[in-house]
């Protein structure tokens, strides 16, 4: 496996697609940050809580209980309100995290700038398609500028067309930022992609999709609609409180989540957080 080495600018080149050379009768070993919020230094708070501190300890446990990783994505909200000098740092951050992985993407959340992001990599484009082993990864930009809800433009959603019907060999996981399906939690609910009948109704017309997965909620969720796994992911920054009908700051920790990719298209998926910690946190907030 490769370690990240520190580089001088520019550190990553981001095609639309990508191909990560791997034996195919292989596992993948994937890992999903996201929700980070982190700032262009490393004083940057979210309701009290030094984001930059919460990233650090997430990296830490993952350190300690994981050895090598095929791929590292980011889905959404690294920056707290965007800034190229916030997604150098980000990447720095994981250049010095001394977690080794082979390939890298990342996708835009509604704190984000995808121009600043692409200043960050030297690029004009993010990453769209990951080929390894006989999967396929797909990153879809659900940012709506200006606004807090997700949607998948026309693009978008021809892209994912277009790109199933291409793969049909190949096993597939979608990350996207926002939530397709309501999580049960009422306020953030109103955030939903806003296309998700017309996101459906495309992959309802192929039986190699896996797992669709997001971030933005800030807490674990679990369903399966025909066959396909829908999962969210805790933020490695704050966490909101599953079945809340207003806004809520919940008591649990930072996390992440892993996967196993098997070469038959099965897999396995955990969330992990870190070990109780105090940090300083406004619980009794209304919003942000």
């Keep these: 496996m490769e370690k990240y080495v520190q580089h001088s600018t520019p550190r990553y080149k981001s095609p639309s697609h990508k191909t990560v050379p791997h034996d195919a009768t292989l596992p993948i070993r994937l890992l999903q940050l996201t929700d980070c919020h982190i700032g262009p230094d490393e004083h ?12 650090t300890d997430v990296i830490r446990h993952v350190r300690s209980h994981h050895e090598q990783w095929d791929l590292l994505l980011t889905t959404g909200d690294i920056a707290n309100n965007g800034g190229a000098r916030t997604y150098v740092r980000f990447l720095d951050i994981l250049q010095k995290s001394e977690i080794p ?4 993407g990342w996708l835009p959340g509604n704190h984000d700038s995808p121009v600043d992001m692409n200043e960050a990599l030297d690029s004009d484009q993010l990453t769209k398609e990951i080929f390894i082993g006989n999967w396929l990864i797909l990153m879809l930009n659900t940012q709506v500028p200006g606004h807090t809800h997700g949607n998948l433009v026309e693009a978008e959603l021809n892209l994912l067309d277009e790109s199933l019907a291409n793969n049909r060999d190949r096993h597939v996981l979608i990350f996207m930022h926002h939530q397709p399906v309501p999580v049960g939690c009422a306020w953030v609910d109103t955030q939903k992609v806003r296309s998700e009948y017309a996101f459906f109704k495309i992959l309802d017309q192929y039986k190699h999709v896996k797992a669709v997965i997001w971030g933005h909620v800030h807490q674990e969720f679990s369903q399966v609609r025909k066959e396909v796994r829908l999962l969210a992911t805790p933020s490695t920054s704050i966490q909101f409180t599953p079945k809340s009908e207003d806004f809520s ?3 649990q920790m930072p996390g992440y989540r892993w996967f196993v990719l098997n070469p038959d298209g099965s897999f396995t998926t955990q969330v992990e957080r870190i070990p109780e910690k105090t940090y300083s946190i406004q619980f009794n907030s209304e919003g942000y």
Excluded: C, K, P
């Excluded at 940057?44 to 990233?55: D, R, V």
């Excluded at 992985?101 to 890298?104: S, T």
């Design 44 to 55: 940057e708070e979210l309701l009290g809580l030094n984001t930059n501190q919460s990233l």
């Design 101 to 104: 992985h082979r390939a890298f």
């Design 249 to 251: 700051v919940d008591r």
